[in-house]
């Protein structure tokens, strides 16, 4: 029976995937979600995807557009049976490996109405955006995104907004 | 990328190997064709088969895959040799130990005979979901079929086997 | 009673009889050693051998391929889908505080 190796590609080594950008140490919290998302994609893994997203589909070729040229795709998303099962001490900590000088926060949306946050971060280099990190939490939900390159925000929001992207069931391993 | 193993016997150990996925193997197997001696000889087939072909296998990642694909469609090319479909019988039939469940056993067992009265490939598909938590698109690639097949395969014999549990408990709704 | 979990119940793996491995390590054994065959037969079982090990790993690497693009597309959803959720609460704010002053 498939456990921890849903969407997986790659050994975990204390929660940090190979090139990713953020060290986000997330085991403890894998083991109390209820289901967990979690992709894996580094530049040689994109380029192979790339090659599989049709470009007479227009959703699709804009996320191989997108995509193209990335160095890595890395989302974690933990989703709980009830809520209070992080804390904001979680959530600081996975805050913390972005106050550096490097990376600068550019959205912090705090919701008091469906307690949902979102925080959005970008990492400069010189003029040019080199990563994307995203901190979303609502009561029973957690999500982590880091983007490695440069990434085009308007296309990622477009598309996450757009009811014609392809539908992916959100297959989750428990 | 996945990390790629030395592709030779003796890194991927050959016994090893066959005690890591026996389970998995002779399960599709016997699922399908509810016959534990036909199920034990074909698994035992498809391991001599992993036997000739493990120095071309890239990695265990890639051993699972080849497994799951060899052994579900030698499944299929035996029905389709014998032409025969397992009858849904009252008849108590000896099973191989199983981990306890905490399920009904009497519903366990009525599930799994009318799991083996659906036509070939949905039994096979339905197999390797809920056996193997696999999902469409690994279905498809496993079965050589396109996923939107796939899917409505899926779909269509869940209807089924909610009908007749339905008829076979005599229960409204499932 | 939910029938996919029931499903999931009903279809676990199960083992094969205890002395399965060593059965399968006895007829590995003794399989007989493939004889001298014309040179002809050889070539041409090399490679229809060649074909069907391409085909295999061919077959591996779509396998991969589709795996790569469907959690591209995940998280591209997810990501794109949270952004997006900021934006409009961002923009919702904007509008809100316009509208106050």
């Known amino acids: 029976m498939k456990t921890a190796a849903f969407l997986t590609v790659f050994l975990l080594f204390a929660g940090l995937s190979p090139a990713q950008q953020v060290k986000w140490n997330y085991d403890k919290l894998a083991a109390r979600a209820s289901e967990t998302v979690d992709v894996s994609l580094d530049g040689a893994l994109l380029r192979l995807a790339t090659k599989f997203l049709s470009d007479d589909n227009e959703d699709e070729a804009k996320v191989k557009k997108l995509v193209a040229g990335l160095k890595g795709v890395y989302v974690k998303s933990f989703e709980f049976k009830k809520e209070g099962e992080y804390s904001a001490a979680d959530v600081e900590s996975f805050r913390a490996p972005l106050h550096t000088s490097d990376w600068q926060r550019i959205v912090g949306v705090h919701s008091t109405e469906d307690g949902e946050d979102v925080e959005v971060y970008i990492k400069n280099e010189g003029k040019a955006i080199s990563g994307l990190a995203i901190i979303a939490t609502e009561p029973k939900e957690l999500t982590l995104v880091n983007i490695v390159g440069a990434i085009d925000l308007d296309t990622l929001s477009e598309l996450g907004g757009h009811f014609g992207i392809p539908e992916v069931e959100v297959e989750k391993k428990k | 990328m996945p990390q790629r193993a030395p592709s030779t016997a003796g890194a991927l150990d050959f016994a090893g190997l066959v005690r890591q996925h026996q389970a998995m193997v002779f399960s599709v197997a016997w699922h399908f064709l509810r016959d534990h001696a036909l199920a034990e000889e074909l698994a035992q087939e498809v391991f001599l088969s992993l036997h000739q072909h493990l120095a071309t296998l890239e990695s265990p990642e890639h051993v699972q895959f080849w497994l799951r694909k060899v052994t579900a469609n030698r499944a299929l090319d035996v029905v389709r040799r014998q032409q025969r479909r397992p009858m849904v019988s009252l008849e108590v039939v000896p099973e191989p130990v199983a981990a306890t469940s905490a399920g009904d056993p009497m519903l366990g067992e009525t599930l799994r005979k009318l799991v083996a009265t659906l036509p070939e490939k949905a039994r096979m598909v339905v197999i390797l979901r809920y056996q193997e938590d696999l999902d469409p698109t690994e279905i498809a690639e496993a079965l050589s079929i396109p996923v939107g097949t796939v899917k409505s395969q899926l779909q269509r014999a869940l209807a089924l086997l909610r009908a007749k549990m339905s008829r076979s408990l005599g229960e409204k709704a499932i | ?101």
């Open chain 3, 1 to 101: 009673m939910n029938l996919e979990d029931e499903l999931r119940s009903a279809l676990r793996r199960r083992e094969p009889s205890p002395d399965f491995t060593d059965r399968v390590l006895a007829r590995v054994a003794a399989a007989p050693a493939p004889h001298a065959a014309r040179p002809w037969v050889r070539w041409v079982a090399a490679l229809a051998a060649s074909v069907l090990l391409a085909a295999g790993a061919v077959e591996y690497r779509h396998y991969q391929g589709e795996r790569a693009k469907s959690q591209v597309l995940l998280a591209v959803r997810i990501a794109g889908s949270t952004l997006h959720k900021a934006q409009r609460k961002v923009q919702m704010l904007h509008t809100a505080h316009r509208s106050v002053s």
